[in-house]
Every structure is written in structure tokens, then in C-alpha cells.
């Protein structure tokens, strides 16, 4: 395992129901990271498409085909790991909920080692009516350790942080479309679930407006022991930082919270 990583942040104004503009960002922006010697970067939430849902079967695509297999290729191309959620085509036409919210990790190698489907959906923007839910966490061991993935909404459920911690991640990469009368709660969540898992949190909120809703970016990367590493504004940009990954098992040796747990205690459904 190495000992340390270096990130890039794509935090971007994703246009809803424009895959081609999107795409284009994407594509200068990994050759941007990769340019800056990134061992990997992160996308927002669902940055190929944005929320308009009710048109999956038009613009989702299947996770062997289309957009995915385009990153794929540009992850193979810029040598990058790549990830940051789109949306999936799942089911056949014809059915009420056809795609999920799905967060693919892509290898410089040009292969796709796993991925995590968004298993909280956000009802306000009607996901639970055009989407089905992810039914497990999923975590990768990479060549720096065991990660993990979670998508926007799953934020405020710690629960699932806390299975990634107790199966041993160091990291989990959360991209997110997060508006502006929630900054706090987005800053103040992902430094809570970085602490209380003594783990690397690796974000990437969009930008701009859609609608009445302005998103608040502050993109950001939080170490094991709860300190900032970079955060961005809530402006375009391609944020770079290097984490110390060594240091998480300095934080969890010193401070062995996991020992200290009592699951036999625990009365939670």
C-alpha cells in the first residue's frame, strides 16, 4: 500500500438533461488531473445527466455501454482512476423505476473493479419515483487500501459509514449534488462521519443553478483526525490535494475507538 495519494476534484456546473456538455468537461478536466500527476479524481453526483429522471430510459445508459464505457476509456487513456455517479440504465423499458443513481469506479487499466448504487434516495427529487435503490454497501480494495463509496443523501445515514469503517476502509469517495440552504449541515456531515470512522472523506459536490436551487460546491477532502485538506468555493474548479494515508492508522492506533464498540449492546433496527 502506498502512503500517500493524490486527488483532483471536479467540482462543475452539471448541466440537467446535457450528457454532451457534461462529458466534455469531463474529459479536459482528466486530462487536467491527470496532468497534475492525480492518482485519481472525483465527479459529482450524477454529473452526466443531473436530476431530470423522469427522462432515464432517453438518456441513462447501461453500465457496459455508452457513457460508462467512454470513461472508461479516458480512465485507460490518462493511466487515472475515475469515479463520480451516472446514471445507469437497469430494467427494461416500460417499468416505472428503469435506472439507479450509480457510482462506477474506473481503473487506469480501463476496467471497472466495482461500483456502489445509491441506496438512500433522495425523495424530494422524486428519486424514489424513477429510481430503484442500491440493496448493499460496496467497498474496493485498491492499491492504496480498502475504500469505499457513498452518494449525496447517504451522508446523513451513518450507519453506512460505519459498516465501511468496521470492514476495514480507510477512505470513502462521496460525490453529491448539494444545494446552498444546506451548506452546514453538508460541511458539518462530513466531518462527523470523517471523525467518528476515523476515516478519509473524499467529496464532490456540483456547482451552479438549476432552477430555483443553487448548489453550494465546497468540495472537499477531510483527514481521519477531522482536519480540512482542501475545500473548494462554489465556483467551477479542479481542486488537487495529497492525503497522508499513512496517518489514519496512526489516528486509529492511538485512538482505538473500534475496540472500545459495543454491538452486544446495541438494540438498532
Excluded at 469515479?83 to 440504465?89: I, Q
Excluded at 476495514?168 to 456531515?189: D, K, S, V
Excluded at 462530513?190 to 471523525?195: E, F, G, K, M, T
Amino acid at each position: 500500500m502506498t502512503d500517500s495519494l493524490t486527488i483532483s476534484l471536479g467540482q462543475f456546473d452539471t448541466r440537467w438533461g446535457q450528457p454532451d456538455h457534461n462529458m466534455a468537461r469531463v474529459r479536459e478536466w482528466v486530462a487536467e488531473a491527470a496532468q497534475r500527476g492525480s492518482d485519481v479524481v472525483v465527479f459529482p453526483e450524477l454529473w452526466d445527466t443531473g436530476f431530470v429522471l423522469d427522462r432515464a430510459v432517453e438518456l441513462g445508459t447501461g453500465a457496459t455501454e455508452g457513457r460508462f464505457a467512454e470513461v472508461a476509456e479516458l480512465a485507460q487513456e490518462h493511466a487515472i482512476h475515475i469515479v463520480g455517479s451516472m446514471l445507469e440504465l437497469g430494467h427494461p423499458q416500460g417499468t416505472s423505476r428503469p435506472a439507479y443513481n450509480t457510482a462506477m469506479w474506473f481503473s487506469p487499466d480501463g476496467a471497472s473493479p466495482g461500483s456502489y448504487r445509491k441506496m438512500h434516495l433522495f425523495r424530494p427529487y422524486d428519486e424514489d419515483k424513477y429510481l430503484l435503490p442500491g440493496i448493499s454497501p460496496h467497498w474496493l480494495n485498491l492499491p492504496w487500501g480498502m475504500s469505499s463509496i457513498g452518494i449525496c443523501y447517504d451522508l446523513r445515514f451513518p450507519e453506512l459509514f460505519r459498516s465501511y469503517a468496521v470492514a476495514g476502509c480507510w477512505m470513502c469517495f462521496l460525490p453529491a449534488q448539494w444545494p446552498y440552504p444546506r451548506e452546514m449541515h453538508w460541511l458539518t456531515l462530513l466531518r462527523a462521519r470523517a471523525i467518528e470512522n476515523q476515516m478519509i472523506i473524499v467529496a464532490c459536490n456540483r456547482v451552479g443553478q438549476e432552477g430555483d436551487q443553487v448548489f453550494c460546491g465546497r468540495s472537499t477532502i477531510i483527514d481521519a483526525w477531522g482536519e480540512t485538506v482542501i475545500e473548494g468555493g462554489d465556483q467551477e474548479e479542479l481542486l488537487t490535494a495529497t492525503v497522508d494515508l499513512a496517518h489514519v492508522n496512526y489516528v486509529r492506533e492511538n485512538w482505538p475507538v473500534f475496540e472500545d464498540r459495543r454491538p452486544d449492546a446495541y438494540d438498532i433496527d
